[in-house]
């Protein structure tokens, strides 16, 4: 998977925010030190959220002194934080390199469920994304990652004894295609779910992709997490309009991937999530809902139907009420557990598919996107 670490003296200081637990056990094993105290920063680290080694009262004066020397514990900056009038909270987080990327909190009773991002922009174009417009810059390190749930945990004062546990929940649905940055990604959710750091339930933290298939292969080598498929169309040719990764990994070969990982499982009373944003006259029709249900007939799904969130640079609708509920009908006619997702935090572009940040674009999409939606062009219905 990632390179091993190179030892301490020849690099940098090592960022212990991101590491692993296998991960920290080999770097103390560098200085000399036993696999206990891997644990114990961890600890202090993820559940207890020390920002210093000096806060580390049960680690010796001699190793504090040399974790200063070698290692550091650095988040990523915050630069804005924003409540919604729901609960809904967003951070705008600096990352090296200058860009801002966006974390979303969204509370629901007892849950709260975190919106993690892995790239800054995206790598991948899909139309009715507003992060899509924004180009591609880098990937995400596994510290900028986990350090969003680390300041999201921070905020609510999760870290501390005793401490609300406000995060309930985590799904890497934010900015970026999470598999085209896969050792990071998969680094920081083993983190989410590791015992000595925040100990979310497997069945709490979801990966959500477009379809990079290869890459879901072999995520079953190294997580157990929940899967999500971006699906938004119920065809190839509405699908390469929407999401053109479509276009290299067609339909059936997503879902035969995404089967294969759950079928993979060693619980086997999971169900792949099916993320469907409708979009008022492109994908929302009735026959689109009974295409989908035929499509999905011998897949183990629910299906998560989302509101297209409208946003700068995008001529698209928002799906009327009626329709929704339409859709929603026939799919539970068809015998599919089928929910919406309600619209949370739009006041502040907190909502899904509203996360833009602020891209050092590496790709110029930004600006012939810009380019375009000045020309004002019209919706075009992209099937029947």
């Given at each position: ?80 934080q924003m409540d919604s009038s729901d609960g809904t ?14 974390t979303v909190f969204i509370p629901d009773g007892e ?101 990079v298939v290869p890459a879901l292969d072999r995520l ?165």
């Open positions: 998977m990632s390179a091993p670490i190179a030892n301490h003296a020849q690099t940098a200081k090592v960022n212990l925010l991101g590491l692993p637990e296998e991960k920290l056990v080999a770097f103390f094993e560098t200085l000399g030190e036993k696999r206990f105290r891997a644990t114990q920063v961890m600890k202090w680290i993820h559940q207890l959220g020390a920002e210093s080694f000096d806060e580390m009262t049960n680690v010796s004066k001699t190793l504090r002194a040399k974790l200063v020397e070698c290692a550091e514990i650095r988040a990523p900056e915050v630069v804005e909270r967003k951070f705008l987080i600096r990352v090296e390199g200058g860009s801002v990327v966006e849950r709260g469920t975190l919106c993690v991002s892995s790239q800054v922009g995206c790598s991948l174009d899909c139309s009715f994304c507003a992060t899509g417009k924004q180009g591609f810059n880098r990937d995400l390190t596994a510290a900028e990652i986990i350090g969003q749930v680390w300041i999201a945990a921070k905020s609510f004062d999760q870290l501390r004894p005793g401490g609300p546990r406000k995060v309930t929940n985590v799904v890497m649905m934010g900015m970026g295609e999470p598999l085209m940055n896969f050792d990071n990604v998969v680094d920081s959710m083993n983190l989410m779910m590791a015992d000595n750091a925040y100990g979310i339930s497997k069945r709490r933290v979801t990966l959500s992709t477009s379809g079953n080598q190294y997580t157990d997490a929940c899967l999500a498929i971006s699906l938004h169309a119920p065809n190839d040719e509405l699908r390469n309009e929407l999401v053109p990764i479509n276009k290299k990994y067609p339909i059936a070969m997503l879902l035969d991937s995404a089967k294969r990982y759950i079928e993979s499982l060693p619980d086997n009373h999971r169900k792949i999530t099916i993320e469907y944003t409708l979009i008022d006259q492109v994908n929302d029709r009735p026959h689109h809902a009974r295409e989908l249900a035929e499509l999905l007939r011998d897949v183990p799904v629910k299906i998560n139907l989302i509101p297209f969130n409208p946003f700068n640079l995008s001529n698209y609708k928002r799906v009327s009420n009626n329709a929704m509920r339409r859709f929603q009908e026939i799919l539970m006619e068809e015998g599919y557990i089928t929910t919406v997702r309600t619209t949370r935090g739009d006041d502040i572009a907190a909502a899904c598919g509203q996360l833009a940040g602020t891209v050092n674009d590496k790709t110029k999409r930004s600006e012939r996107y810009r380019a375009q939606f000045t020309k004002a062009e019209p919706v075009r219905i992209l099937a029947p």
